[in-house]
């Protein structure tokens, strides 16, 4: 009789608590694309293109409108999510390098607190990182078809005939099938869309057929007072291919950088002749265009298989949240969509990333917690991709390990002021000159101002004021009016790297400003 009574108050309890609030140690599931700009996402007001899944996880959750990354290139941005620090720190500055596993990555942290970790699709760290229970990744760049996966067991596995971000989805999805269901788990699905050469799914091709994009107001950039700015190798005009990037008469039969072309099966090959070679290269050749109606052309294309990549990754996410769905998992799962950095979709003329200017610097975030973030909301103050592990380890109820440099930006998610917030976000890049040749930087970004120093082949600063020339057109480096602030912003800047231990920064910024 007791231990009936017993029982039914524990259940009684257990409902309660169910109800009140949401049960703790949710699942997540990090879905992290490559190269996807804000700019193309709808939720972000984007007029290019529709994302009606990733708008659904930002409708029903929480868009970062200023999440900021540290070094805005792959690998890089990759070692900073799994350890939560700056490149300096965790020693992968540029893509050439391989991930050191011979350090603290948090989901070892999730494991130890009882959770199932796996990485699936995309990694691109040039090692297979500790902390995964599951690997199913990518081998390097990867392969938009026929692509190759390496397992834990590190066997190669080809998925013959299909296209990458489908093959992702469903491997996410039998992963989450055959799981261990008493315990949480935590899920990273990592996409290859929507990096070049933007190789779309045969069901995309010709999907934005008849749309004219809008050129951005920065597309023709004179780079004036810039050195770096003009001095980089990432122009639609001069930098993008005609044949390997737009596809205007490719050789099928060449073995191209990946080889790509090579893995289509007979009824894709045709498909992809029959709409390159019947359509774009056709009238590309009719069109007969040069000067600046050809870098406008370049332009559209571009945007046109560049949108069609991500058009099958937003579908796949809804394949995704249709499961977490289906299954009950979604009220006790976190989903998050990220980028690994942003990209320029013609500002400046450009295509990559790179740059601390705005479209490369900001990467899209949307967050949905079910229960704990309130649906639809907007997060201003600026948010670093250092702030995703500790973030996630708070969410999960996981010690923060203190050599962690980053915060958690739970309490904006749940629209507490922390009065402690990062007023200004720090910005590293290393990788020169191939292959896109842009100088190292390294700078400092407030809510209005971006201050900037390039060096090694050149010496420059560049100061832009965002609210009075948010497409970064006037560098006011220099400029009488603008002292008072340089110095201010220069004293950030060198407050961020003692705080962030940059040691090597910090001596080039002393030999600059003594
Ligand atoms: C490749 C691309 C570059 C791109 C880097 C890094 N060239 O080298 O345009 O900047 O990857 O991208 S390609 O002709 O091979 O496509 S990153 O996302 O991995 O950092
Ligand atoms: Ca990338």
Not at 29 to 41: E, G
Not at 190 to 216: C, M, N, S
Request: overall charge neutral; aromatic content about 14%; charged content about 25%.
């Amino acid at each position: 009789m007791k231990r009936t009574f017993l029982y039914f108050f524990t259940a009684l309890w257990g409902i309660s608590l169910g109800q009140a609030q949401t049960p703790q140690r949710p699942n997540i599931v990090f879905i992290f694309s490559d190269d996807h700009a804000y700019q193309a996402i709808s939720a972000y007001g984007s007029k290019l293109a529709q994302t009606p899944n990733i708008d659904r996880i930002a409708r029903e959750g929480a868009l970062l409108q200023n999440n900021v990354v540290t070094n805005s290139i792959c690998g890089p941005s990759r070692a900073t999510l799994l350890t939560g620090k700056y490149s300096h720190k965790n020693g992968y500055t540029v893509n050439e390098r391989k991930f050191d596993i011979n350090q603290p990555v948090f989901p070892e942290s999730l494991q130890k607190n009882g959770y199932q970790t796996a990485w699936i699709g995309k990694m691109h760290l040039g090692s297979l990182p500790n902390g995964f229970d599951y690997i199913d990744v990518l081998p390097g760049q990867g392969h938009y078809y026929s692509p190759d996966f390496i397992n834990g067991k590190r066997d190669t596995v080809r998925h013959e005939g299909k296209y990458v971000s489908n093959v992702i989805t469903e491997l996410s999805l039998n992963w989450l099938e055959k799981r261990d269901q008493s315990k949480p788990f935590f899920l990273v699905v990592g996409h290859k869309a929507t990096h070049r050469e933007w190789l779309p799914d045969i069901q995309d091709l010709g999907a934005y057929d008849g749309v004219t994009f809008p050129l951005p107001a920065n597309f023709y950039d004179a780079y004036q007072n810039r050195e770096a700015a003009e001095k980089q190798d990432m122009t639609i005009e001069k930098t993008m291919r005609l044949k390997e990037d737009l596809k205007v008469h490719l050789d099928y039969e060449a073995q191209r950088l990946y080889g790509e072309y090579k893995r289509f099966t007979p009824e894709q090959k045709k498909a992809f002749r029959d709409y390159y070679e019947g359509k774009v290269s056709k009238e590309f050749d009719e069109k007969k265009l040069s000067g600046k109606a050809l870098t406008e052309w370049k332009y559209q294309r571009y945007l046109k298989d560049y949108l069609a990549t991500a058009k099958s990754l937003d579908r796949n996410i809804g394949q995704l949240l249709d499961y977490l769905d289906q299954s009950g998992l979604s009220k006790n799962t976190v989903v998050v969509y990220a980028s690994d950095q942003g990209f320029y979709m013609g500002e400046h003329g450009w295509f990559d990333k790179r740059f601390i200017y705005e479209e490369s610097l900001k990467t899209p975030f949307v967050i949905r917690y079910p229960g704990v973030i309130k649906p639809g909301i907007k997060v201003a103050p600026l948010v670093s991709n250092i702030d995703w592990a500790p973030t996630i380890l708070d969410i999960t109820g996981t010690k923060i390990p203190p050599e962690i440099q980053g915060k958690s930006f739970l309490p904006l998610l749940k629209e507490q002021k922390p009065a402690d917030w990062r007023k200004a976000a720090y910005y590293h890049y290393y990788e020169f000159p191939e292959p896109h040749h842009v100088y190292p930087h390294f700078g400092v970004r407030t809510d209005r101002y971006t201050l900037v120093h390039f060096y090694g082949e050149i010496e420059r600063w560049e100061l832009y004021d965002l609210q009075k020339d948010p497409h970064q057109l006037k560098n006011l480096y220099g400029e009488k009016s603008t002292e008072k602030i340089t110095t201010e912003l220069k004293s950030q800047l060198k407050q961020l790297m003692i705080d962030y231990d940059d040691q090597e920064a910090l001596r080039l910024l002393n030999k600059l400003v003594n």
